[in-house]
Structures are given as C-alpha cells and as structure tokens.
C-alpha cells in the first residue's frame, strides 16, 4: 500500500523560506513513470497545483510559483521536497504530497497524504 506523509514546520515568519518533505512508503520514489506532486489549499478556497517531479528528476512548476519553488528527490530517504522562498502570509496553507495515476500531468491523483497545516505569521 503507498502512503504519503508530509513533514515540516507549522509556523514560519514571512520572508524566510518553507521546506516541507514527503515522506513515501510501499513504493520507491524512481519507479519507472511514477510522477509526484506538492498541492496547496489556503482557508477557504480551492486546491492549487505547486509543481511536480518526475521519477527521472524532471520537474514542473505552477507559472504563479515558479520564481519561489523548488522540489527535489532524495532517493536514498524515498522523500521528496518542496521550498518555497520569500514566504507571505497568502502561502498560509495546507500543504499536500501526491502521486500521480501515471506520467501525465493531467492523469490526477491516486494517492495522497493527510496534509499538513502551515502557517505564515510574524
């Protein structure tokens, strides 16, 4: 059974920079044509793609976020990372690791961790 689960800080100050990890387990991270994903949902409003990184190291990113994001692999871990940098209080939100159905950004998700909260607050 793959799981997911996201770790970081819940609180971060803005300006600094947010690192959040994804942890996975029942799969490795570079199995062929398996595709993973950071989404966000600030309060009240709807899911927002961040980016994705592909199991051969191919990333993506959300036009809105690129500047600020990167995702990274650490194979060794099975995890994968997001940082966001120069953080405001609009990236207060719940962040989300997945895994796409296949290697086609517009396959969706077929699995998904529970999401963790964070924060942007002075």
């Known amino acids: 059974q793959v799981q997911l689960q996201e770790s970081g800080p819940g609180l971060v100050k803005p300006s600094q920079t947010l690192s959040l990890t994804c942890t996975i387990s029942g799969v490795s991270i570079t199995t062929n044509s398996y595709y993973w994903t950071w989404i966000r949902q600030p309060p009240g409003k709807g899911l927002e793609w961040m980016g994705a990184i592909s199991y051969s190291d191919s990333t993506y990113y959300s036009p809105s976020l690129q500047s600020r994001s990167s995702i990274w692999k650490d194979t060794s871990k099975n995890q994968f990372t997001l940082q966001l940098i120069s953080v405001a209080p609009e990236d207060t939100a719940v962040y989300y690791c997945?895994?796409?159905?296949?290697?086609?950004?517009?396959?969706?998700?077929?699995?998904w961790g529970k999401g963790t909260l964070v924060t942007v607050s002075s």
């Open positions: 997945a895994k796409y159905r296949d290697s086609r950004l517009d396959s969706g998700m077929d699995y």
